[in-house]
């Protein structure tokens, strides 16, 4: 059975980067926001390049605004059987382009996963825009460390203290 994405965009008008995932966790899923996993990285790097708290949930939100961020994923609806990326079928995209004519402060996309960079170049590679790739903040990326990956987004995005 298709699965829809449970949740909506999380982005301010003063969001510049927009940070594209996958497919929400079966954990994201539970607790309705992104990348809630226990052992999911995004939130501990995002703590490391801010120094911000990002325990709780209206912590996280504020430091998505405060740094400019956005939120989403690629797909918005598919078939899957765990959390894993590559169990995920008959894939449905999120409509980028028009995300983009909805939110103009949004100045590039950055891809926490790969198969979300493959998506988006399969579907909006026309768009004018540019695009990061991020290292992945899931536990099963463990080619780098926690350090390396805060390191490597601290690059990419700045900071924003």
Known sequence: MKQEH????????????LILGSFPSLKSFENSFYYAHPQNQFWKILNLISGYPTMLKDQRIWLIKQCKLALWDMVQSCKR????????????PNDIDA??????SIEQ?????????????????????KTIYLPSPSPAYASMSL?????????????CK
């Open 6 to 17: 449970p949740f909506k965009p999380l982005i301010f008008k003063s969001s510049k980067t």
């Open 81 to 92: 059987e765990n959390s894993a990326d590559s169990n995920l079928e008959d894939i449905t």
């Open 99 to 104: 995300f983009l004519k909805e939110y103009p």
């Open 109 to 129: 996309i950055a891809f926490t996963s790969r198969l979300a960079e493959k998506i988006y170049k399969k579907h909006f590679s026309h768009l004018d825009i």
């Open 147 to 159: 350090e390396e990956k805060a390191s490597k987004y601290k690059e990419l995005l700045g900071t």
